[in-house]
Structure formats: structure tokens, C-alpha cells
Nanobody, 121 residues
Framework: QVQLVESGGGLVQPGGSLRLSCAAS????????MGWYRQAPGKQRELVAT???????NYADSVQGRFTISRDNAKNTVYLQMNSLKPEETAVYYC???????????????WGQGTQVTVTS
């Protein structure tokens, strides 16, 4: 199994910045991709950004140019730098990893417990 632990959420004013971190641990054979998703109250979970082991990134249109995802493969850690935050981006942010466990041959999705980000004045 793979465990994901997020950190870095909190309260920030509109226009402010936060940096989220997510560390993966456990029986990790290979992490194909890691990413961040968010879920606001009453809404579906949505993609924020993903990064492959190659470093290739993908962003939701709404965060392009303001958020940056990065990854430390040696530490199995993914980061999300969020700048110019907006009140409507208040949500629980979830870390995701698509990984193959040691001895496995098929990848599976793993999720963190989520970290709250609140953007308010």
C-alpha cells in the first residue's frame, strides 16, 4: 500500500500564496504520476494539477499561470505552489498518486486525507 500525507493548508487572504506538500510512503515500487485535486462544499472533486515522473505537467485552465506543481522523485514528494489565490478556491485539497506497489504490475490510485485551504479576507 501507499500512504500520502499532505501539509501546508491554512487560511490566506485573497491574492495571497500557500505551498502544499504531499509525501508518499509505503511499499512504493514506482510512482507514475502525482497530482492535486480539490473539492469545494457542494461541488465535485476537480483536477488542479498533475505531474508525471518525467516532469511533464498538466494544469486546470483556472489555475494556469498562478499555480506551479513540482516533484522530488527521490523523496516521493509533490508540491503545489499557489499564488494569487481567490476566495472561490476555498476547498479541501487532496493529493493523489498513481503508483505501482513493490511486486505489483498494475498501477492504482492512492489519495491523501486532504488539507483545507480557505481564502478569505
Amino acid at each position: 500500500q501507499v500512504q500520502l500525507v499532505e501539509s501546508g493548508g491554512g487560511l490566506v487572504q485573497p491574492g495571497g500564496s500557500l505551498r502544499l506538500s504531499c509525501a508518499a510512503s509505503g511499499s512504493i515500487g514506482f510512482i507514475v504520476a502525482m497530482g492535486w485535486y480539490r473539492q469545494a462544499p457542494g461541488k465535485q472533486r476537480e483536477l488542479v494539477a498533475t505531474i508525471a515522473s518525467s516532469g511533464s505537467t498538466n494544469y486546470a485552465d483556472s489555475v494556469q499561470g498562478r499555480f506551479t506543481i513540482s516533484r522530488d522523485n527521490a523523496k516521493n514528494t509533490v508540491y503545489l505552489q499557489m499564488n494569487s489565490l481567490k476566495p472561490e478556491e476555498t476547498a479541501v485539497y487532496y493529493c493523489n498518486a498513481f503508483a505501482v506497489v513493490v511486486g505489483g504490475s498494475v498501477g492504482h490510485d492512492y489519495w491523501g486525507q486532504g488539507t483545507q485551504v480557505t481564502v478569505t479576507s
